[in-house]
């Protein structure tokens, strides 16, 4: 499935800020960030205008066609600095970002350009709160930023490649506009169940899509995924109606903490929205292989019957473990919450969610106010803080 799309800081779901007062450096990041809300768009053509006019070299890292991802590098440093006081949570998220930006060929030096544009581009709109002060904020904040990307970058090159190239070997389409894609990579593919992989097709070159993995890690190193055609979705498109056995794709590395703690036996409630149920499903499998009888509790939600795609598979995993208990629920999210409130009590149990945004953002809040704690409720719309996009 497209790994679910994250929320910008706007939209709700980022990491709780670090309850004491925030430091002088924070203040001022979030003053700027304010008062350049409203004209983001113009801030981000303003960027990209400053840095392919003053390092062209740097235009063919990006797509042709930029309209649908064109703000995702200003968005993740933008949201990035205003969530510089919370140390633990953004610092996985910039390592991710840094050894993820490795497939486009980002090199350490390519890092002061950014921030060149960046500086430019808030100095142009940010016309009220700019002063001197401000933008030594911004340029400490930009280079603690910058450095933790680096160093994870060469941290991970030296095991790790920039991409790995993988073969579709089988291509099931389960409706009209959703397929479930198997795939051989040309190496050890190193991930957890839960995760989610970004990828590129020979459609679309230098146009990356999250997808979350369908299956545990096999012993065969094949990987699964479920792609839903999205209306105007380049690559999903290109994947459900277009890719056969034998093409050839991209896949950057494996990024996303939604994976299963092994060191406790609590119960795991899942949500799954959609092709959400892929990871649900490969969490599934991950438990099973430890050997745990620990309670799994999935919730399968769809439209209708004809959008549980995967049901059979779930209900056939039902059969196999008794400590899995699967419920298919049709109409909208919030049937989907509803059946989760008619269960329980969940008080002892780790919750994952994975589906459309909208989703995550309902079933966030239901499971606080049933009593479920939030470092006990995991879904990568908030690890990756930014939006990313779901074509």
């Not at 990579?185 to 957890?192: G, I, K, M």
């Not at 430890?290 to 039902?318: K, N």
Request: hydrophobic share 40%.
């Amino acid at each position: 499935m497209d790994a679910p799309t994250p929320l910008s800081a706007a939209e709700g779901d980022a990491p709780p800020r670090i309850p004491s007062e925030s430091p002088p450096d924070a203040v001022l990041v979030r003053r700027t960030l304010a008062e350049i809300a409203p004209v983001a768009d113009k801030v981000t053509s303003y960027f990209y205008a400053l840095l392919f006019v003053r390092h062209p070299e740097l235009r063919s890292m990006f797509p042709v066609a930029m309209d649908t991802q064109r703000d995702r590098l200003l968005v993740s440093l933008l949201t990035a600095a205003e969530h510089m006081d919370n140390v633990p949570v953004l610092t996985e998220y910039l390592q991710n970002l840094g050894r993820g930006h490795r497939k486009y060929g980002t090199q350490s030096a390519h890092y002061p350009a950014v921030g060149e544009a960046l500086i430019g581009a808030l100095i142009r709109y940010a016309t009220v709160t700019w002063d001197e002060e401000t933008e030594a904020a911004w340029v400490r904040t930009y280079t603690t930023i910058s450095q933790i990307m680096i160093d994870a970058a060469a941290e991970t090159e030296r095991h790790t490649p920039a991409w790995w190239q993988a073969e579709v070997v089988s291509h099931d389409l389960r409706t009209p506009d959703i397929a479930v894609i198997t795939l051989r990579p040309d190496q050890h593919y190193p991930f957890l169940a839960g995760q989610y992989t970004t990828l590129e097709t020979p459609w679309w070159p230098r146009v990356w899509r999250h997808y979350s993995f369908a299956s545990a890690p096999r012993p065969d190193g094949l990987l699964s995924l479920h792609v839903k055609a999205v209306p105007a979705g380049w690559v999903s498109n290109a994947l459900v109606h277009h890719a056969r056995p034998g093409d050839i794709l991209r896949l950057g590395p494996p990024a996303g903490s939604m994976t299963v703690d092994h060191t406790t036996d609590n119960g795991l409630l899942c949500l799954g929205g959609g092709t959400g149920i892929a990871p649900i499903k490969a969490l599934v499998e991950d438990v099973a292989e430890h050997g745990a009888r620990r309670p799994v509790e999935v919730f399968y939600g769809a439209r209708s019957g004809h959008d549980l795609y995967d049901i059979d598979t779930m209900m056939r995993l039902q059969q196999t473990f008794p400590w899995l208990s699967v419920r298919p629920v049709t109409e909208d999210g919030a049937q989907l919450l509803d059946a989760v409130r008619q269960y329980g009590p969940w008080n002892e149990y780790e919750a994952y969610l994975s589906g459309p945004p909208g989703m995550i953002r309902r079933g966030v809040d239901t499971l606080r106010g049933i009593g479920i704690p939030a470092e006990r409720i995991r879904h990568d719309s908030l690890e990756d803080l930014v939006t990313v996009g779901g074509g």
